[in-house]
């Protein structure tokens, strides 16, 4: 089909959206390695994970075998107030950087919570409804995994308590808000509700808190309560099972018009929306169909892919979560203070892991500068306010092109564009006025964090 038949948008309509999740699990011959309790050193069995998790997510997280799982239609009928999310085919920045580059981005930050993360939040309190449960508890880092939980939770008439760690409870009141608007209790972690947070408040008396610590204080909010369970945004198998709806909507609107990307890209901080947006066409790649590169971004602060190590870590700081094999800089390591950018998480999803591992996946790390940079091109050129996540992502696909520019390849690229950045203002504010650093860990920092490592394996 001829190049400029390709629209600016390609839509699916509502008969073409993905009536399955696709589970990339069955199509990897390294299946990821089980979640352990930190116990007795076992693989935690379905009994174990339900006192902490719905019973139906836990039976698609131990699930490594079953290739398609059927989208319960309610879950679908709420997609469709925000779904398909669409993908665009950047004429613009592609005329902009004048590469002979064919790039496409999928863009998931068309709903209020403005992040690919609704994706799984609705799964999630769909599954803890049907469970007949009260409600669910989770923590939040920056907030839109609050802001997207809360939405869900509004919508089917949950209960959702969030820990949000300490300074962005203080320094983004606005996310804070719209989680109130959606009905969730919203607490700055750590906090004085749970043991785990006054523990930690007793160690570290006026820390501004970790994802890591407010995971620790959501877990025992849950456990200690009749009705609840406690539920996470990304990292986990069943999270990235759910965001493979980015990737399925991604791939059935390029087939439509025959195109295949040579290139995916995504930012990483769990894996979750990298996880989803390269799930179909990793399953062809692992299945001998076809060759495609996949390329993590992530930020040189926090660099779990391409500086930390394959081994058994906890989830969170307050060693309560199992143990996850992934790539990890350590349960301890917290990213600079100047670190702006997001994606701060100390690991990686096991399922990328294992692809990393494996050398089906590539891995480069960016700096928060270069990051805001190309945010900034990005908006003026195709005029969404990008999230600074998404940013590495588009710094990637960036570098790429410029690079199809050099040898005169026509490449075609695909990225994922998470989410928009209008809760970010503190960290462009940053940026425009010069403050923002370039803070990277040191090999030693880096060594000090995984010393602590739990010795497993
Ligand atoms: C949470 C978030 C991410 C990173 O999470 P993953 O699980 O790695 O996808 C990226 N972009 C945005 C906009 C987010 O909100």
Redesign the pocket.
Known sequence: MSENKIPYKIYLSEDEMPKTWYNLRADMKNKPAPLLNPGTLQPMTAAELEGVFCRELVQQELDGDTPFFEIPQEIRDFYKMYRPSPLVRAYCLEEKLQTPAHIYYKF??NNTS????LNSAIAQAYYAKKQGLKGVTTETG?G??GTALSMACGYLGLDCKVYMVKCSYEQKPFRREVMKVYGASVTASPSETTEVGKKILAEFPGTTGSLGCAISEAVEAAVSREGYRYVL???LNQ?LLH?SIIGLEAKTALDKYGVKPDIVI?????????GGLIAPFMGEKLRGERDYRFIAVEPASCPSLTRGEYRYDFCDTGMVCPLAKMYTLGSGFIPSADHAG??R?HGM?SILSQLYADGLMEAVSVRQTDVFEAAEYFARVEGILP?P??SHAILAAINEAKRCKETGEEKTILFGL??TGYFDLVAYEKFHSGEMKNVVPTDEDIARSLAQLPKVD
């Open positions: 998931e930050g403005g992040s690919h993360k920056a839109q995994w945004g990304s990292v999270v965001q995504g930012c990483a901080g769990g894996g979750s929306n990298l997001g994606l998480f999803s999230a996540e998404s998470t989410g």
